[in-house]
């Protein structure tokens, strides 16, 4: 089993993804991101490419240090506030179709249009 953080909506593995059948190789020089599994947020490209430029920056800052559970779960923890920031700002939004609601990063934003 490969090192892994697992937030809500971050996924971090050390393993790489085998091709052929879509299962993890344990690795220590690459790791494998997995943004919002569960589909429980929209995301726009600009968005998502944004998680994987953090992800990517994050990963930069640990440079020379040791692959280690503690430096993994860091990393996955610091991108579940930088998605928490998107939310907040409204890059991405809550999918209101998720088979189970759960607003753990905060009450969805109602932009009232009628008092305008």
Known sequence: MPLK?????IQIYAAII?????????SENMLTLDVDPDNELNWTEA???KVYRKFDLLVADYK???LTDYNL?????????FVRSLLQE?????NLNHRSLNY???????INTEAQ
């Open 5 to 9: 953080s697992t937030t809500r909506h």
């Open 18 to 26: 085998e091709e052929q059948n879509d299962e993890l190789i344990d």
């Open 47 to 49: 968005a998502l490419q």
């Open 64 to 66: 020379g240090a040791d």
């Open 73 to 81: 779960r860091r990393i996955g923890s610091d991108l579940e506030h």
């Open 90 to 94: 409204g890059e991405v939004t809550y």
């Open 104 to 110: 753990s990063m905060g009450l969805p934003q109602i």
